[in-house]
């Protein structure tokens, strides 16, 4: 059964800088994953980035994240893959979002979002692929 993650949990507050919780990926086959992130509410004048980090340890996350999705602005579903199968050294992700607020108004960015993860099965090795021959006309 394909695992399932949450980063961001969905309806999660975010009115400051900060991670989510580290989650372990051990147990994932394929360690490749369908990455939705969603922004259900959001004020104007103010901007949302999300990113996934990975560690082998929990603790150290390192300096450059595996993915960094499109900077958001308004409410909508953005949808990446994220493939982690080449760092077989990652055994935990996590995510971090940076919030920015400018012009009029209360000057605390607020946003509700959610980021899900899921994992995308690997392909099986006995499955013949049929190459379809395209006939001159």
């Known amino acids: 059964m394909p695992l399932e993650l949450s980063l961001i949990p969905a309806d999660s507050l975010l009115e400051s ?8 990926i051990c147990e994932s086959e394929s360690r490749t994953f369908f990455c939705v992130l ?7 004048q103010e901007s949302l980035d999300v990113s996934i980090w990975g560690s082998a340890d929990g603790q150290s996350f390192g300096k450059l994240p595996l993915l960094k999705f499109p900077q958001q602005f308004y409410t909508g579903a953005t949808k990446m893959i994220l493939d982690v199968s080449l760092h077989p050294e ?26 899900q993860l899921e994992e995308i099965p690997p392909m099986s090795r006995d499955t013949t692929t049929k190459r379809r021959v395209l006939a001159p006309k």
């Open 38 to 44: 969603t922004v259900y509410e959001q004020i104007e």
């Open 17 to 24: 800088n900060g991670d989510g919780p580290r989650i372990e």
């Open 90 to 115: 990652i055994k935990f992700l996590r995510a971090h979002w940076e919030l920015n607020r400018w012009g009029r108004g209360s000057p605390t960015p607020r946003f509700v979002a959610g980021l």
